[in-house]
């Protein structure tokens, strides 16, 4: 990001992200996960895109967050990184939910989470699900 590309190697996620910023100045990630074994033949262009690997959820409370998408939804801990204080990944590399604390910066820049509202329609063990984040 700050006007330059920014490939960062995850190589515990077997994964590389490209960051960038979108006309609204959220920022994106696009991520190459290895594991899904889905190798491209062709150049790169929008058709690409598979799906929306990520979504950030901005919580007071990791833990209790993680407790909720757990009995809620069917989640789990993303097995390739451990849960922390203020950041913990629940989902698997179909799909994550990257779950923060407020005014933690995102990765990789110095920018603060916060809340906005989305909606989140997804499939777990063949069931739909939706999450909603309400600004409070």
């Not at 790169?44 to 959820?57: K, N, T, W, Y």
């Not at 390739?80 to 203020?86: A, E, F, N, Q, V």
């Not at 779950?99 to 989470?113: G, H, L, Q």
């Amino acid at each position: 990001v700050h006007g330059k590309n920014l490939i960062a190697d995850f190589r515990n996620w077997n994964a590389e992200s490209l960051y960038f910023f979108d006309n609204n100045r959220n920022i994106l990630e696009l991520i190459a996960r290895r594991d899904l074994n889905n190798p491209a033949t062709r150049p790169f262009d929008p058709g690409s895109l598979l799906s929306v690997s990520e979504m950030g959820i901005v919580t007071h409370n990791v833990e209790e967050e993680c407790r909720s998408l757990k009995e809620t939804m069917q989640l789990y801990y993303f097995s390739r990184h451990p849960p922390l204080k203020d950041f913990a990944a629940m989902g698997d590399d179909q799909g994550l939910f990257i779950v923060v604390t407020v005014k933690r910066n995102w990765y990789p820049t110095e920018i603060t989470s916060d809340f906005f509202n989305f909606r989140i329609v997804f499939n777990q063990n063949e069931q739909e699900f939706v999450y909603e984040s309400v600004k409070l």
